[in-house]
């Protein structure tokens, strides 16, 4: 691993500023954990403080006032939140439909792969098409399934919080850029705003990117395995599933009983861990999203064991 260097500053070389000089701007271990993500997107990652901070210093870094987001319908609700807030500063957005193209007039479209909770996939070439620059949340399909930059993307973004990170013990985002120049503005963004991931997490992200294929492929085996049991039980509604990775949705008539009833998988927010988490999402995003939706995300654990305390909490 990577030696966690915690200073925050850094003597200069010869009278003149280093390639280190104030951790504000950059330090070794974020520097390290970028070039490692970099590697495995193709292109030239930055690290925050989280991923909304990933998301502010974005769209804020490319925007001026009057412009505008087109974002994808049934993505994570807190986008759409976080871009309300920027409304403030003159930032309009909309929703569309991801499945097709992009409305006329969107300086940036905001796709989301898949998206949160209702598992759909972008059309990737007909955002690249449109006129405006593509951002492509990919938490959920990690590079291990899907490499934006490699679908007409300009970036790639990810709440790293999730399965990049990977064991919910670290809180951080990313954004990965195609164009160089494109990452130096945003750099410099970043450094005036101080929006920047600190020496902790980076080293902790570092850890977890060693791991990430193995656990990635593990998680959707077991997935796919709760995926065509729960297609099967009659307590179940609808199930969506994009495929790949460890994120679904299903629905049931009585979300808080299922909820309460588990044993083994927790009943908690957030994803992309080694354990897995089940909650209802309506608590959070009201009648946006069907009131029986539960969101899963899929661990390590043994299938057999994950089904057995979903078969009898659905009972």
């Given at each position: 691993m990577e030696p966690l260097d915690r200073s925050t500053i850094w003597p200069y070389e010869g009278g003149e500023?280093?390639?280190?000089?104030?951790?504000?701007?950059?330090?070794?271990?974020?520097?390290?954990?970028?070039?490692?993500?970099?590697e495995l997107e193709g292109g030239s990652a930055l690290l925050f403080p989280s991923g909304?901070?990933?998301?502010?210093?974005?769209?804020?870094?490319l925007l001026e006032p009057g412009q505008t987001i087109a974002h994808a319908e049934g993505a994570y609700y807190g986008t759409a939140l976080l871009f309300e807030e920027l409304s403030r500063w003159g930032i309009r957005h909309v929703e569309f439909d991801q499945t097709g193209p992009p409305p006329?007039?969107?300086?940036?479209?905001?796709?989301?792969?898949?998206?949160?909770?209702?598992?759909?996939?972008?059309?990737?070439?007909?955002?690249?098409a449109a006129p405006g620059r593509v951002v492509v949340d990919s938490t959920a399909a990690t590079p291990v399934y899907l490499r934006p930059l490699e679908r007409g993307a300009d970036f790639a973004v990810h709440s790293a919080t999730k399965y990049l990170g990977?064991?919910?013990d670290v809180l951080i985002g990313a954004v990965v850029a195609r164009a160089v120049e494109d990452a130096?503005?945003?750099?410099?963004?970043?450094g005036r705003t101080g929006i920047v991931a600190a020496p902790d997490p980076c080293w902790l992200l570092l850890r977890s990117l060693k791991t990430l294929p193995v656990r990635m492929e593990r998680i959707t085996a077991n997935a796919e395995t709760l995926v065509q049991k729960l297609q099967a039980h009659p307590a179940v509604e609808v199930?969506?599933?994009?495929?790949?990775?460890?994120?679904?949705?299903?629905?049931?008539?009585?979300?808080?009983?299922?909820?309460?009833?588990?044993?083994?998988?927790?009943?908690?927010?957030?994803?992309?861990?080694?354990?897995?988490?089940?909650?209802?999402?309506?608590?959070?995003?009201?009648?946006r999203v069907p009131a029986g939706l539960l969101r899963l995300s899929v661990g390590l654990e043994d299938p057999d064991e994950l089904w057995a305390d979903l078969e009898q909490a659905l009972s």
């Amino acid at each position: 691993m990577e030696p966690l260097d915690r200073s925050t500053i850094w003597p200069y070389e010869g009278g003149e500023p280093g390639a280190f000089y104030y951790q504000r701007y950059a330090h070794p271990t974020g520097v390290a954990a970028e070039r490692a993500l970099g590697e495995l997107e193709g292109g030239s990652a930055l690290l925050f403080p989280s991923g909304s901070g990933a998301i502010t210093s974005l769209v804020l870094a490319l925007l001026e006032p009057g412009q505008t987001i087109a974002h994808a319908e049934g993505a994570y609700y807190g986008t759409a939140l976080l871009f309300e807030e920027l409304s403030r500063w003159g930032i309009r957005h909309v929703e569309f439909d991801q499945t097709g193209p992009p409305p006329d007039g969107a300086d940036l479209i905001w796709l989301e792969a898949p998206s949160n909770p209702f598992l759909t996939m972008p059309d990737f070439e007909a955002a690249a098409a449109a006129p405006g620059r593509v951002v492509v949340d990919s938490t959920a399909a990690t590079p291990v399934y899907l490499r934006p930059l490699e679908r007409g993307a300009d970036f790639a973004v990810h709440s790293a919080t999730k399965y990049l990170g990977g064991h919910s013990d670290v809180l951080i985002g990313a954004v990965v850029a195609r164009a160089v120049e494109d990452a130096e503005r945003l750099r410099n963004f970043r450094g005036r705003t101080g929006i920047v991931a600190a020496p902790d997490p980076c080293w902790l992200l570092l850890r977890s990117l060693k791991t990430l294929p193995v656990r990635m492929e593990r998680i959707t085996a077991n997935a796919e395995t709760l995926v065509q049991k729960l297609q099967a039980h009659p307590a179940v509604e609808v199930v969506r599933y994009p495929g790949f990775g460890g994120l679904l949705s299903f629905d049931v008539a009585d979300p808080h009983k299922v909820e309460t009833s588990l044993r083994a998988i927790k009943n908690a927010t957030s994803l992309g861990g080694t354990e897995s988490v089940l909650e209802s999402r309506a608590r959070w995003e009201g009648d946006r999203v069907p009131a029986g939706l539960l969101r899963l995300s899929v661990g390590l654990e043994d299938p057999d064991e994950l089904w057995a305390d979903l078969e009898q909490a659905l009972s």
